[in-house]
């Protein structure tokens, strides 16, 4: 079955600064790959996804490149502030059945003011 | 979107009882999931829950374990059966909205404590 590896498991950048998530995938057969934001007593919520027939895709300050042929894919977040500060998830999927995923192990960021 | 609420938000329970878990949702939605996230740790999908029939177990979850039952469209019950302290966890319901073929939303998830 899937796996999907994410990496780093914590990361603080400074307020403004732009911040980096990687995740890798194990079956070539996926291709939906969700972004989620876990806030503290909250359940997780999509904040950006990305299918395999896209390169990239980019939303405001957030951002989502995949590369099917390393089958790794990122999230790139621009000018931090201090409410980016949460739990983030990637998951991975096939469209078909797009809501039963597979996600990485987390990544908690902290926005430092 | 879809909203959606889970019973309850937290308990605090007895070793080898059981809780059940309530997901109501404001409209009709296609699939719905049953997922545990262990204390800081990633979200491991449980099941999917059928309306209607018996729900599909993912690799190391059992229905003697954790009974689903989804009666409609809208809501679905999660039981954690004679439970132990290993059983401590977040459970969140998620669901994809008929619409929109993609996006999976959850609810705020119930923290449970097995002591």
């Known amino acids: 079955g899937e796996n999907v590896e994410q990496h780093p498991s914590t990361l603080s950048v400074q307020e403004g600064d732009s911040a980096v998530i990687k995740c890798t995938y194990s079956d070539s057969a996926s291709n939906y790959f969700p972004w989620y934001k876990q806030e503290l007593g909250k359940g997780p919520q999509l904040i950006i996804d990305i299918r395999s027939n896209v390169g990239e895709k980019k939303d405001q300050r957030i951002a989502v490149t995949l590369n099917k042929t390393a089958k790794h894919f990122s999230l790139h977040i621009t000018e931090t502030q201090p409410e980016d500060s949460a739990v983030y998830f990637c998951?991975?999927?096939?469209?078909?059945?797009?809501?039963?995923?597979?996600f990485g192990q987390g990544t908690r960021l902290t926005i430092n003011p | 979107s879809a909203v959606i609420s889970q019973k309850p938000s937290r308990d605090i329970c007895q070793r080898g009882t059981s809780l059940t878990i309530q997901c109501q949702v404001d409209s009709q939605v296609t699939m719905m999931f049953w997922y545990r996230q262990q204390p800081g740790q990633s979200l491991t999908l449980i099941a999917t829950?059928?309306?209607?029939?018996?729900?599909?177990?993912e690799s190391g979850f059992v229905i003697d374990k954790f009974p689903i039952s989804r009666p409609n469209l809208t809501f679905s019950t999660l039981t954690v059966s004679n439970m132990s302290p290993e059983d401590s966890s977040i459970y969140l319901c998620?669901?994809?909205?008929?619409?929109?073929?993609?996006?999976?939303?959850f609810g705020q998830g119930t923290r449970l404590t097995v002591v």
């Open positions: 829950a059928n309306q209607g029939s018996e729900a599909t177990y």
């Open positions: 998951a991975a999927s096939l469209i078909q059945g797009a809501q039963k995923l597979v």
């Open positions: 998620s669901v994809g909205v008929r619409t929109m073929n993609t996006e999976a939303f």
